[in-house]
């Protein structure tokens, strides 16, 4: 082959191996960005009371808390409490670290709540037997 032959040949090698990093990096710079949370926010909208027509204050306003734990104005009656883990997390037989773990359940695990403890921690029903979570795994449904 002639020596004008391979600088042709290479230089269209060089050439689309540029344009294909050129796209790689492309797409790596406009990859969607995921955040990985290791507490979750529990969020709640309250209303403020209502005022009587005779008021001249501010209208009802909306308050947003940012809690870690819940309050007991943000849990929803004992009877119709359930729960669903924020992220994989240990299922305990007593409500401390150093308590045997009964088993690891997935992030989305859904669950009754018996109790939520001042402790951290929140007493569910898993498995028909009484069992203990962090609290701050627990994501409060109400239904």
Same mark, same amino acid.
Request: aromatic fraction near 6%; proline fraction near 5%.
């Given at each position: 082959?002639?020596? &004008?032959?391979?600088?042709?040949?290479?230089?269209?090698?060089?050439?689309?191996?540029?344009?294909?990093?050129?796209?790689?990096?492309?797409?790596?710079?406009?990859?969607?960005?995921?955040?990985?949370?290791?507490?979750?926010?529990?969020?709640?909208? &309250?209303?403020?009371?209502?005022?009587?027509?005779?008021?001249?204050?501010?209208?009802?306003?909306?308050?947003?808390?940012?809690?870690?734990?819940?309050?007991?104005?943000?849990?929803?009656?004992?009877? &119709?409490?359930?729960?669903?883990?924020?992220?994989?997390?240990?299922?305990?037989?007593?409500?401390?670290?150093?308590?045997?773990?009964?088993?690891?359940?997935?992030?989305?695990?859904?669950?009754?709540?018996?109790?939520?403890?001042?402790?951290?921690?929140?007493?569910?029903?898993?498995?028909?037997?009484?069992?203990?979570?962090?609290?701050?795994?627990?994501?409060?449904?109400?239904?």
């Amino acid at each position: 082959m002639k020596k &004008t032959t391979i600088n042709v040949i290479l230089i269209s090698i060089i050439t689309i191996m540029s344009v294909s990093i050129c796209f790689l990096i492309f797409c790596i710079v406009t990859r969607p960005r995921y955040v990985i949370v290791n507490e979750p926010e529990a969020a709640m909208i &309250t209303e403020a009371s209502n005022l009587s027509e005779d008021d001249t204050q501010e209208p009802e306003s909306v308050t947003v808390k940012n809690d870690t734990e819940p309050s007991p104005e943000q849990q929803p009656p004992a009877s &119709t409490m359930h729960g669903k883990t924020s992220t994989r997390v240990n299922i305990r037989d007593a409500a401390t670290e150093d308590a045997k773990v009964l088993t690891t359940v997935d992030e989305g695990t859904t669950f009754d709540i018996l109790e939520i403890l001042d402790n951290g921690w929140t007493k569910i029903l898993y498995e028909g037997s009484e069992a203990y979570i962090s609290s701050s795994y627990v994501i409060i449904m109400n239904e």
